[in-house]
C-alpha cells in the first residue's frame, strides 16, 4: 500500500514538520502492515499541474495533504485533479487551516473523503492500520469523513497529551540531506495565553518533552551541521527555568547552528540577560510579538504583556549585539486606529531592533476573532489568508495606506542594506512612521510601489526621495556618504549607482587597502587571499557615525576606506576600516 505524505511549503528553504511527524509516528508502530510512506514537499510557486502529475505518476493508494493558509488554494487544485484522475483514490486532509472547520471543508470540496482534526500522530497511524485491513473509515477521535454526523468540529479535534510518545521527525539521511534549509523543532505545545486572533487561543494544554530527550534531539542537530532550527514553540519561555536550561545548554555547546525562539520578551528576568551575555553572536535569533502598543487594543483581544517591561528587556538584548531580534506588529486589529497604530510602530521602532515585521491580521477559522468578527466590524477576505480589509476604526482606504508603507518599510527598513542611510534620513522627520508615510506616498505618486526592478534602481530611487525631501545640501551629502557606506557593505563588487562624488580609485590605492587587510586579517594560504575593496567616501568616520545634528564642524574630506568580504562563504562583509594618510611610510 502506498501512502503519500504532501505538503506545499511558502519557500524552498521551509520544511514540513508536520508530514515528518506522522510518517515518523506510523513507523514507529507500524507493527507488519506492509504500508509503504513517501514523503514529498513542494512549495506555492511550482506548478500545481506539475505537482499533481508527479503525485498521479507515482499510483498512490492514498494521498494526505498538510493544510495552511498559505497553500490552500494549491492543494484544492491539486487534489481535484487527483481525484479527476483517480476517482477512487482516498484524499486526506490536515492541519490548522481545515481542522476547525471541518464539515464546512468537506461541503466545499467534494473530492475530500477525510479531515484529521488536531494532532495526528495517534489518529493518523490508527487510520492506516484500519484502511489497509477494511478499505472503510473508520470512526476513530480525530478523524471527521464523509458519514460522521455533523457537529462543532472542535469537539473532535484531539492532542496528545503525552509528549514523550511522539519521535523525532527526522532521520538521518534528512538532517544531512536538509541542513541548508530551516529545519523546525518543537519541545512543547500549546500556549498558556488566549489572544483571540490566534488559533492557540483555542484550547490547546500546554505540554513539554523532557530536557535531556530535548538535548539529546538538539544534538542531532548540532552533528549534521544544520544550518538553522525554528522552534515552534508558541511561547518558549513560557517556563522560565525550562528556557534558562535549554540556552544554557547550547551556549556550552557554542554550535555553528542558529536557533531561532518566539519569546514573550515581558518573562525574561535579569537572570536570562546575564545568561544570555554568554552566548556566541548568531547563536540564537529571537521573534517577539508586540502586535500593539494600545492598552484597549490589547484588552480586546485578550493579549496579556507589559509593554514596559517588554522595552526594557528588548533594549537590554539589543545592547548584548549577539542576538538577531526580530519584533512583531499587527495592523488592523479591533479597537486600534490608523493614528494609533502609527504610534503603536514609532514605539516598537524606537527599540532599535534588527527586523520590525508588519502584518496584517488575519480572521482564521476556529478563533475568537472569527467569532467575533461581526461584532468588532471587521471586513475580510473569506478566502486565505483572511486578511483584514476594513474594521469600524480603520478604514480600506488606510490599510492600503499601511500595505503601501509595509512595502517600502520591507525594502528600506528591513532588508539590512540600508542601515545607516535610514537611520539618518530618519532622524530627520518628527517620528520613524512619519518618514515611511512619506517615502510611501513618494512612491505611490511615482508609480514604484511592487515595482521589482535591479536592486540598483532601488538606491536611486531612494536617493531621488531625498534629493525632494532633505533641502538643507549639508544634510543631503552627509546622508547620500552613508548611503555610499551601505552600499560598499553589501557588495564586493558593484558600481554605486549615484554618480555624485564618484572618485576612482588607483592601483596605488588598491595597494594601499591590501597592506591594511594583510595587517588584520592573516591569509588561509599564500595564494588564498581575502577579498576586498577600496572606496572612497567623502567623510571621515566620526562624521559618517555621529548623527548629523551632534556634529558640530561638518566638513566634507576623501577619504580612502578598505572593505573585507567573506567569499566565497556568506559574502558578508566582515571587516571595514579608513585608511590613514601616508601609512605606507610608517606615518
Same mark, same amino acid.
Given at each position: 500500500?502506498?501512502?503519500?505524505?504532501?505538503? =506545499?511549503?511558502?519557500?524552498?528553504?521551509?520544511?514540513?514538520?508536520?508530514?515528518?511527524?506522522?510518517?515518523?509516528?506510523?513507523?514507529?508502530?507500524?507493527?507488519?502492515?506492509?504500508?509503504?510512506?513517501?514523503?514529498?514537499?513542494?512549495?506555492?510557486?511550482?506548478?500545481?499541474?506539475?505537482?499533481?502529475?508527479? =503525485?498521479?505518476?507515482?499510483?498512490?493508494?492514498?494521498?494526505?495533504?498538510?493544510?495552511?493558509?498559505?497553500?490552500?488554494?494549491?492543494?484544492?487544485?491539486?487534489?481535484?485533479?487527483?481525484?479527476?484522475?483517480?476517482?477512487?483514490?482516498?484524499?486526506?486532509?490536515?492541519?490548522?487551516?481545515?481542522?476547525? *472547520?471541518?464539515?464546512?471543508?468537506?461541503?466545499?470540496?467534494?473530492?475530500?473523503?477525510?479531515?484529521?482534526?488536531?494532532?495526528?500522530?495517534?489518529?493518523?497511524?490508527?487510520?492506516?492500520?484500519?484502511?489497509?485491513?477494511?478499505?472503510?473509515?473508520?470512526?476513530?477521535?480525530?478523524?471527521?469523513? *464523509?458519514?460522521?454526523?455533523?457537529?462543532?468540529?472542535?469537539?473532535?479535534?484531539?492532542?496528545?497529551?503525552?509528549?514523550?510518545? +511522539?519521535?523525532?521527525?527526522?532521520?538521518?539521511?534528512?538532517?544531512?540531506?536538509?541542513?541548508?534549509?530551516?529545519?523546525?523543532?518543537?519541545?512543547?505545545?500549546?500556549?498558556?495565553?488566549?489572544?483571540?486572533?490566534? +488559533?492557540?487561543?483555542?484550547?490547546?494544554?500546554? *505540554? $513539554?518533552?523532557?530536557?535531556?530527550?530535548?538535548?539529546?534531539? +538538539?544534538?542531532?542537530?548540532?552533528?549534521?551541521?544544520?544550518?538553522?532550527?525554528?522552534?515552534?514553540?508558541?511561547?518558549?519561555?513560557?517556563?522560565?527555568?525550562?528556557?534558562?536550561?535549554?540556552?544554557?545548554?547550547?551556549?556550552?555547546?557554542?554550535?555553528?547552528?542558529?536557533?531561532?525562539?518566539?519569546?514573550? /520578551?515581558?518573562?525574561?528576568?535579569?537572570?536570562?540577560?546575564?545568561?544570555?551575555?554568554?552566548?556566541?553572536?548568531?547563536?540564537?535569533?529571537?521573534?517577539?510579538?508586540?502586535?500593539?502598543?494600545?492598552?484597549?487594543?490589547?484588552? +480586546?483581544?485578550?493579549?496579556?504583556?507589559?509593554?514596559?517591561?517588554?522595552?526594557?528587556?528588548?533594549?537590554?538584548?539589543?545592547?548584548?549585539?549577539?542576538?538577531?531580534?526580530?519584533?512583531?506588529?499587527?495592523?488592523?486589529?479591533?479597537?486600534?486606529?490608523?493614528?494609533?497604530?502609527?504610534?503603536?510602530?514609532?514605539?516598537?521602532?524606537?527599540?532599535?531592533?534588527?527586523?520590525?515585521?508588519?502584518?496584517?491580521?488575519?480572521?482564521?477559522?476556529?478563533?475568537?476573532?472569527?467569532?467575533?468578527?461581526?461584532?468588532?466590524?471587521?471586513?475580510?477576505?473569506?478566502?486565505?489568508?483572511?486578511?483584514?480589509?476594513?474594521?469600524?476604526?480603520?478604514? /480600506?482606504?488606510?490599510?492600503?495606506?499601511?500595505?503601501?508603507?509595509?512595502?517600502?518599510?520591507?525594502?528600506?527598513?528591513?532588508?539590512?542594506?540600508?542601515?545607516?542611510?535610514?537611520?539618518?534620513?530618519?532622524?530627520?522627520?518628527?517620528?520613524?512612521?512619519?518618514?515611511?508615510?512619506?517615502?510611501?506616498?513618494?512612491?505611490?505618486?511615482?508609480?514604484?510601489?511592487?515595482?521589482?526592478?535591479?536592486?540598483?534602481?532601488?538606491?536611486?530611487?531612494?536617493?531621488? $526621495?531625498?534629493?525632494?525631501?532633505?533641502?538643507?545640501?549639508?544634510?543631503?551629502?552627509?546622508?547620500?556618504?552613508?548611503?555610499?557606506?551601505?552600499?560598499?557593505?553589501?557588495?564586493?563588487?558593484?558600481?554605486?549607482?549615484?554618480?555624485?562624488?564618484?572618485?576612482?580609485?588607483?592601483?596605488?590605492?588598491?595597494?594601499?587597502?591590501?597592506?591594511?587587510?594583510? /595587517?588584520?586579517?592573516?591569509?588561509?594560504?599564500?595564494?588564498?587571499?581575502?577579498?576586498?575593496?577600496? /572606496?572612497?567616501?567623502?567623510?571621515?568616520?566620526?562624521?559618517?557615525?555621529?548623527?548629523?545634528?551632534e556634529i558640530e564642524d561638518y566638513t566634507e574630506n576623501k577619504t580612502l576606506f578598505g572593505f573585507v568580504y567573506d567569499y566565497p562563504h556568506s559574502k558578508a562583509c566582515i571587516d571595514w576600516f579608513e585608511i590613514k594618510e601616508g601609512f605606507l611610510n610608517g606615518t
Amino acid at each position: 500500500m502506498n501512502v503519500i505524505l504532501t505538503t =506545499l511549503n511558502s519557500q524552498y528553504v521551509h520544511t514540513s514538520l508536520a508530514v515528518r511527524s506522522l510518517r515518523q509516528a506510523f513507523l514507529m508502530n507500524k507493527a507488519e502492515t506492509p504500508i509503504s510512506l513517501t514523503v514529498k514537499e513542494y512549495t506555492i510557486n511550482d506548478d500545481w499541474q506539475k505537482i499533481a502529475s508527479e =503525485l498521479f505518476l507515482l499510483q498512490p493508494d492514498l494521498v494526505f495533504f498538510s493544510c495552511y493558509i498559505w497553500n490552500m488554494k494549491e492543494v484544492a487544485k491539486i487534489g481535484n485533479r487527483l481525484k479527476q484522475w483517480l476517482p477512487s483514490l482516498p484524499v486526506l486532509l490536515g492541519g490548522p487551516e481545515v481542522g476547525y *472547520r471541518a464539515f464546512e471543508v468537506l461541503a466545499q470540496y467534494p473530492w475530500v473523503n477525510g479531515i484529521f482534526c488536531g494532532e495526528g500522530e495517534e489518529s493518523f497511524p490508527a487510520f492506516l492500520r484500519h484502511w489497509y485491513q477494511n478499505q472503510t473509515f473508520p470512526d476513530i477521535p480525530g478523524l471527521i469523513h *464523509r458519514q460522521t454526523v455533523q457537529n462543532n468540529p472542535l469537539d473532535s479535534t484531539i492532542y496528545v497529551m503525552d509528549m514523550e510518545t +511522539l519521535p523525532f521527525p527526522y532521520t538521518s539521511e534528512e538532517l544531512l540531506g536538509t541542513k541548508h534549509q530551516i529545519l523546525y523543532y518543537e519541545s512543547s505545545r500549546g500556549c498558556p495565553y488566549s489572544c483571540q486572533y490566534c +488559533l492557540s487561543s483555542v484550547h490547546q494544554p500546554l *505540554r $513539554f518533552l523532557r530536557l535531556e530527550r530535548v538535548f539529546c534531539e +538538539l544534538d542531532s542537530f548540532i552533528t549534521f551541521g544544520v544550518q538553522q532550527v525554528k522552534f515552534v514553540d508558541r511561547t518558549f519561555n513560557a517556563n522560565k527555568s525550562r528556557a534558562r536550561n535549554i540556552w544554557e545548554y547550547l551556549i556550552e555547546k557554542a554550535p555553528h547552528t542558529n536557533f531561532h525562539f518566539e519569546l514573550a /520578551a515581558d518573562l525574561l528576568e535579569q537572570e536570562d540577560i546575564e545568561l544570555l551575555r554568554r552566548a556566541p553572536k548568531g547563536l540564537f535569533q529571537f521573534e517577539i510579538g508586540i502586535q500593539s502598543t494600545n492598552p484597549h487594543t490589547l484588552a +480586546l483581544v485578550q493579549r496579556v504583556t507589559n509593554f514596559e517591561k517588554i522595552s526594557t528587556m528588548v533594549k537590554q538584548l539589543r545592547e548584548l549585539g549577539t542576538i538577531h531580534l526580530h519584533l512583531d506588529l499587527i495592523a488592523g486589529l479591533p479597537g486600534e486606529t490608523y493614528l494609533e497604530f502609527s504610534k503603536s510602530f514609532n514605539d516598537v521602532y524606537a527599540l532599535g531592533a534588527d527586523m520590525l515585521q508588519l502584518g496584517f491580521l488575519k480572521v482564521l477559522p476556529g478563533t475568537g476573532m472569527e467569532r467575533q468578527a461581526q461584532h468588532f466590524g471587521i471586513v475580510y477576505d473569506p478566502e486565505p489568508p483572511y486578511e483584514v480589509l476594513q474594521t469600524h476604526q480603520i478604514s /480600506a482606504r488606510d490599510l492600503l495606506r499601511l500595505h503601501h508603507i509595509e512595502e517600502v518599510f520591507e525594502r528600506y527598513g528591513n532588508s539590512g542594506r540600508y542601515h545607516y542611510t535610514i537611520e539618518g534620513l530618519v532622524s530627520f522627520f518628527p517620528q520613524p512612521f512619519l518618514c515611511f508615510e512619506t517615502l510611501a506616498q513618494y512612491y505611490e505618486e511615482h508609480h514604484w510601489l511592487q515595482f521589482g526592478g535591479k536592486e540598483a534602481t532601488h538606491w536611486q530611487h531612494l536617493w531621488c $526621495f531625498i534629493v525632494d525631501q532633505v533641502q538643507n545640501e549639508k544634510k543631503r551629502m552627509w546622508l547620500l556618504q552613508r548611503m555610499k557606506l551601505d552600499f560598499f557593505l553589501k557588495y564586493a563588487d558593484e558600481v554605486f549607482p549615484i554618480s555624485l562624488y564618484h572618485w576612482e580609485v588607483s592601483s596605488e590605492d588598491k595597494r594601499r587597502v591590501l597592506h591594511d587587510v594583510d /595587517a588584520r586579517h592573516v591569509r588561509q594560504s599564500s595564494v588564498n587571499k581575502p577579498k576586498y575593496r577600496a /572606496a572612497y567616501l567623502g567623510l571621515s568616520t566620526p562624521l559618517l557615525l555621529t548623527p548629523f545634528h551632534e556634529i558640530e564642524d561638518y566638513t566634507e574630506n576623501k577619504t580612502l576606506f578598505g572593505f573585507v568580504y567573506d567569499y566565497p562563504h556568506s559574502k558578508a562583509c566582515i571587516d571595514w576600516f579608513e585608511i590613514k594618510e601616508g601609512f605606507l611610510n610608517g606615518t
